[in-house]
């Protein structure tokens, strides 16, 4: 009893979840679902999205070359005249502002060891050490770990802008999938409307044929329409078919997995191909992803001449080191018990240095077609918007004229069908009439289609994330 009494408390939660999910199915697909789908689980999206965090991972990887390493070397003589043992364990750590590195050790010897190797003798706790080098002219300002890490770094920019770059392209189809269906439904509405007119004439033309006011071949003629307009009406909903299919490429479940959107989801009215929202004029050049990464190249050409420029200069390092051994004399005698320093330096120079000539020369040259490139991608950006800004005008001047058209040509086929049903006007005309209308109507559809696309395009080309839903 008390199973069946919890079973009937649950019955009205799930019909009332059934109910919910079924209405959340059965609502008119929006625009704005479609590209939020599309954004969280297109596979190319994701995949931009995994080259930004490969490009990381190189940052982190470039990073390590200013890792503080240790390490410990060990040497004991197991055999022959001297017994000595020395154990040294150093740190060494680069300089994030220089080329050169800081270091500290700690050595300890027991034993004996020959002449040639006295450097080795320690007192009895041992010898701490540290010291450190300066680039003072090569290496001093930029160095190949710095450039290394710079490189990297805008590396991770580049991903970005060309991940940036395949979520726009992928969005803007996705816009044109969806408005695709719409268009689709709409003209596939106005074919099923045609042909309900011939469905609904022949009911009352066989009753006139039976009556005997209308002839037989009336009839005949009607049903020939009929078949035409089915066959209208079938190719409408194979293209609309054919659009959910494309269109489920972008909208994706939960799991990623395509869905295939149902007939009973199209909306109301063309209403829905102007769902994308955008702003038709913008204050200042386009900076779009793709010349923006033109000018992270760039960047890194002008790293890399900067390195190249700095392995022409000649090498002069400064070099220090502080010593101090401690606790008591050891067999190495006295001599090692006070504090020890030395200062150092290392100088050279290539002769030559050609290989340093030749990276300047090619870094030069890549950064001179950079700029040739960035500059042309600026002025096609330029006339590229322009360009769509144009045909969106044009095209909602025509859809104007399209929609005029539609109440012109509606007006006359619903005259003309008063007409045929007062037995005043021929069955030819009326069908020629409600044809045109549909016609008509169809224009208009494509007409709509034609701006939405446009708008989509212009989004796309100004990179409008707010607009295709990429805003993160």
């Avoid at 079924?22 to 995949?47: F, K, W, Y």
């Avoid at 063309?270 to 386009?286: C, E, K």
């Avoid at 090692?336 to 000539?357: H, I, M, W």
């Avoid at 090619?362 to 950006?381: K, P, V």
Wanted: proline share 3%.
């Amino acid at each position: 009893m008390t199973r069946v009494i919890a079973l009937l408390r649950i019955v009205p939660l799930l019909f009332m979840l059934w109910s919910g999910v079924a209405s959340a199915q059965g609502a008119p697909l929006t625009l704005d679902e479609v590209l939020r789908s599309s954004a969280r689980s297109a596979p190319q999206i994701v995949e931009a999205l995994a080259r930004v965090r490969q490009a990381d991972g190189r940052a982190l990887s470039a990073e390590g070359a200013f890792d503080t390493v240790f390490d410990v070397d060990a040497r004991s003589r197991v055999a022959g005249y001297y017994d000595g043992t020395v154990v040294e364990a150093r740190a060494t750590r680069p300089l994030t502002g220089n080329g050169g590195y800081v270091y500290g050790g700690y050595r300890a010897s027991r034993g004996t060891f020959p002449v040639y190797e006295d450097q080795a003798y320690t007192n009895r706790l041992g010898e701490a050490k540290v010291g450190a080098l300066f680039a003072l002219l090569r290496d001093r300002v930029i160095d190949e770990r710095r450039t290394r890490r710079s490189i990297a770094g805008t590396d991770i920019d580049v991903a970005r802008f060309e991940s940036d770059m395949v979520a726009i392209g992928v969005q803007r189809r996705a816009v044109d999938a969806y408005q695709a269906w719409v268009a689709a439904g709409l003209r596939m509405r106005a074919y099923r409307d045609l042909l309900h007119l011939a469905e609904r004439r022949r009911s009352a033309i066989g009753r006139l044929v039976t009556l005997g006011a209308r002839p037989d071949i009336l009839l005949v003629e009607n049903d020939q329409n009929l078949v035409r307009r089915r066959a209208l009406a079938v190719r409408a909903e194979q293209d609309v078919a054919g659009a959910a299919n494309a269109l489920s490429l972008y909208l994706r479940d939960e799991a990623g997995a395509p869905v295939t959107v149902s007939e009973d989801r199209l909306p109301e009215d063309a209403g829905a191909l102007a769902a994308l929202s955008i702003a038709t004029t913008r204050a200042g050049p386009v900076e779009r992803p793709d010349y923006r990464a033109v000018l992270a190249r760039i960047d890194q050409a002008t790293s890399r001449l900067a390195l190249a420029e700095n392995d022409l200069s000649p090498r002069l390092d400064l070099r220090g080191e502080v010593g101090k051994d401690v606790g008591s004399v050891g067999l190495g005698g006295p001599s090692r018990t006070p504090l020890e320093s030395a200062v150092g330096f290392r100088f050279s120079v290539p002769l030559q240095n050609r290989a340093a000539k030749g990276r300047v020369a090619e870094a030069r040259a890549e950064i001179e077609a950079l700029g040739q490139r960035s500059r042309f991608l600026r002025d096609q950006i330029t006339v590229e918007v322009q360009g769509i800004v144009i045909a969106v005008g044009a095209a909602e001047r025509l859809a104007a004229i399209a929609d005029e058209e539609r109440q012109l040509a509606e007006r006359l086929a619903t005259a003309e069908r008063r007409r045929f049903e007062l037995g005043s006007a021929e069955f030819f005309l009326v069908n020629q009439r409600e044809e045109t209308a549909t016609d008509a109507r169809v224009r208009l559809v494509d007409a709509q289609a034609r701006i939405a696309s446009a708008r989509a395009e212009l989004a796309a080309a100004t990179a409008d994330r707010e607009a295709l839903q990429l805003i993160r």
